[in-house]
């Protein structure tokens, strides 16, 4: 018998998408490369840990660029399907739920807060408290540990 849900949280929870675009040329812009199209951003950043994504930032440092996203990412454009608020609450009576997922936890909270969603998770497991990001199974095997299903 099932226990607990994991989701994943960028284009499974929330669609952050057009937020990370965003944040991304303000980024790029700031340390003066040149912007990216919504088509070269979509196949060649999104999805991708800050870490592999800093081709676009030569001689930047990691967490510098990591924190210029954490300080001016914008949560207003996110959006959720008008339905999934009331499909958390109808899992919530039934499982524990979580969030697993490679973002920092300072930009899961304003999408969550964003889209009043975050009430909805028993734990929120973020990159900024494992070693590893996902694909490494740390993340999952800590919210298992965090939800007592394991």
Known sequence: MFKAILFDMDGVIVDSFDCWHIVF???LAHYGYELLSIENFKDEVWGFSTEKNMRYFPGKNVEEVR????????????KIEKELPELLSQLKTRYKLAIVTNSDRLIVDKLLNSTGIIHC???IATRDIVKEPKPDPEMII???KKLHIM
């Open 67 to 78: 924190q210029f996203f954490i300080d001016y990412f914008d949560a207003t454009g996110a």
């Open 142 to 144: 800590l919210a298992c």
């Open 121 to 123: 998770f028993d734990f």
């Open 25 to 27: 040329n303000k980024a």
